[in-house]
């Protein structure tokens, strides 16, 4: 893989800053009143604070009922956001059981056999990036300023870094920051998408095989681990990893060796890990899906990318941003009128950053800000299934949900075949599959296919 060229950044003066500033940011502070821990005080050091009985959390208690990441609460106007992260025992507040909640100050919660009071402490002060652009990301507001600064940090270090959002946040963009501000960017930045392989060839993408090692593998394949030697890989979809891959991946992480499927001999390689997942990874943990010890390793440094919609002021900079990478050089009021930016910035964007981008080349195709508002609106949708009638047989769970995934299956192959011209190898690379896998549902589903 060829090194990207990063020499366009160096031309962007906010990119070079290291100036900062610092905000003041409302800080939490729990004590405990009875349990196990009683006594115990903490005040949370930055957004949110966590609490459970695993290493890293804000407040870590000894109460054996308590979950290892058990529940976690953020500063807001009035008191605190409690979110329950599937604890086993639940989180309570007097006799409700709450999964995401604001509470105030003076608040008291029970974790397991443990009672916790909230209340609030004096404002910390929260260190800012001094721009509103760094390495490809923009933003104004504190959140995204806050990230920068956090990227200009970590980026010099080799800590693995888990970034956690919702879907189009920009989670895979923040990896390139990562490694693109890096002393290693000179050498590649590598991408395995863990939801969109086919779980038997997860091992093989990530650390390579030998010919001969299983059936198909005619010739040898270079894992991804090896590929990015000297650089990045990026593990997106983190949390998709299959439980059984997830021993392997560790014991890659702490030896820093790798062996390939069929091989013989360990090889050694150098290379940064950043994840991402737009899954609570501790809430996996606490349910056994996801390993604690593997949670621990790749999630060093944690960075966690806000939704659009709690970013609003970004929207404008994101919107000049974007025109501006489409080549749009003409005034921004040309195509987005006050009126229908304030709209824009008030709207709830499910699909984040993303989205807006969407609309954004919408725009630019259409030369009208509201057409392409209102094409981005959702179509509603038919039902994915329906029950029959109340006298009808209701089927199996198994059986209607093969009828669902066969029916999604058979309309995604005759699109992807479409869109790549009939060529296999293209649409395994346009889906992120395998070429193996490709040729298997379009035989199961019959689908026809040129050359």
Same mark, same amino acid.
């Given at each position: ?13 906010? %990119? ?36 459970? %009985? ?7 208690? @000894? ?24 604890? %086993? ?11 995401? #909640? ?68 920009? @989670? ?70 299959? =439980?059984?891959?997830?021993?392997? &991946? ?66 404008? =900079?994101?919107?000049?941003?974007? &025109? ?71 089927? @199996? ?22 869109? #790549? ?6 649409? #395994?690379?346009? #889906?992120? &599959? ?18």
């Amino acid at each position: 893989m060829k090194p990207r060229d990063d020499s366009s950044d160096h031309s962007d003066p906010s %990119t070079r800053q290291i100036r900062r500033e610092s905000d003041a940011h409302p800080s939490l502070r729990l004590v405990v009143l009875e349990g196990p821990d009683k006594g115990a005080t903490t005040t949370a050091s930055d957004q949110t604070l966590t609490v459970g %009985t695993a290493k890293r959390n804000t407040l870590e208690l @000894k109460d054996p009922t308590v979950s290892r990441f058990h529940c976690e609460l953020t500063p807001v106007p009035g008191g605190a956001r409690i979110v329950d992260l599937r604890s %086993t025992n639940g989180t309570f507040v007097g006799p409700v059981r709450v999964h995401d #909640a604001i509470i105030a100050p003076g608040t008291v919660v029970r974790v397991g056999q443990s009672t916790i009071e909230l209340s609030n402490d004096s404002p910390s002060r929260v260190s800012l990036y001094a721009g509103e652009s760094l390495a490809g990301l923009v933003g104004r507001s504190t959140a995204m300023r806050a990230i920068m600064e956090q990227l200009q940090r970590v980026s010099a270090s080799t800590a693995s870094v888990l970034v956690t959002g919702e879907s189009g946040t920009g @989670k895979e963009l923040v990896a390139e920051a990562l490694h693109r501000l890096s002393p290693r960017s000179a050498a590649p930045f590598v991408v395995v998408d863990c939801a969109a392989l086919v779980p038997t060839l997860v091992a093989s993408e990530l650390f390579g095989h030998e010919k001969g090692a299983f059936t198909g593998a005619d010739r040898q394949h270079i894992g991804a681990f090896e590929r990015a030697r000297g650089g990045t890989l990026f593990l997106d979809e983190i949390g998709e990893l299959p =439980a059984q891959l997830q021993p392997a &991946l560790l014991g890659a992480l702490e030896r820093r060796r790798v062996r390939r499927l069929g091989g013989r001999a360990d090889t050694e390689v150098d290379v940064r890990v950043v994840c991402a997942t737009n899954r609570d990874l501790r809430a996996s943990v606490n349910d056994g899906s996801f390993r604690l010890d593997l949670y621990y390793r790749v999630a060093v440094v944690t960075l966690a990318l806000p939704p659009l919609r709690e970013r609003a002021e970004d929207v404008p =900079a994101l919107v000049e941003h974007f &025109l501006r990478v489409m080549g749009y050089t003409a005034p921004l009021s040309e195509l987005f009128s006050p009126e229908v930016l304030a709209s824009m910035s008030a709207h709830r964007w499910p699909g984040n950053v993303r989205e807006l981008r969407n609309v954004i080349e919408a725009t630019v195709a259409f030369g009208d800000a509201r057409r392409a508002l209102e094409t981005n609106e959702p179509a509603r949708e038919e039902p994915v299934w329906s029950a029959p009638a109340s006298d009808a047989a209701l089927p @199996k769970y198994k059986d209607a949900r093969a009828s669902v995934l066969q029916r999604f299956e058979r309309a995604y192959i005759e699109a992807l075949i479409q869109r #790549a011209g009939g060529n296999v190898s293209q649409a #395994a690379r346009l #889906a992120g &599959l395998d070429r193996g896998y490709v040729s298997d549902l379009l035989a199961r589903h019959q689908v026809g296919r040129g050359a």
